[in-house]
């Protein structure tokens, strides 16, 4: 089975930056996502990188905002939060697939961390 364990969530002014980081364990992964879910919200979309062929898919939310990357051989995904605001506040999860996905639809990922909070206060 694979585990996904997420850290670096916290609380942050308006404007300040977080980097989310989530380690992955148990299997090869191909695809991981990150997603977020507001309080009396859905679970949203917010960026996922795959590897072979590499492919980096951003919601329009966190464009120009966030950077998503990853370290294969750590077996590591990050989310680099820069320039936040208050709408960015929620749990963040990780996400993760072993095969190669591009797609934003959570039903396309198996593998899920425990989820991390970040609040952004104005």
């Known amino acids: 089975q694979v585990q996904l364990v997420e850290s670096g969530g916290g609380l942050v002014q308006a404007g300040g930056s977080l980097r989310l980081s989530c380690a992955a364990s148990g299997r090869t992964i191909r695809t991981y996502a990150w997603f977020r879910q507001a309080p009396g919200k859905e679970r949203d979309f917010v960026a996922a990188?795959?590897?072979?062929?590499?492919?980096?898919n951003y919601a329009d939310s966190g464009k120009g905002r966030f950077t998503i990357s990853g370290d294969n051989a750590k077996n590591t995904v990050y989310l680099q939060m820069n320039s936040l605001k208050p709408e960015d506040t929620g749990v963040y999860y990780c996400?993760?697939?072993?095969?190669?996905?591009?797609?934003?639809?959570?039903?396309?990922?198996?593998?899920w961390g425990q989820g991390t909070q970040v609040t952004v206060s104005s």
């Open positions: 996400a993760a697939s072993v095969k190669r996905y591009s797609g934003r639809n959570s039903d396309g990922y198996a593998y």
């Open positions: 990188i795959t590897w072979g062929p590499s492919y980096i």
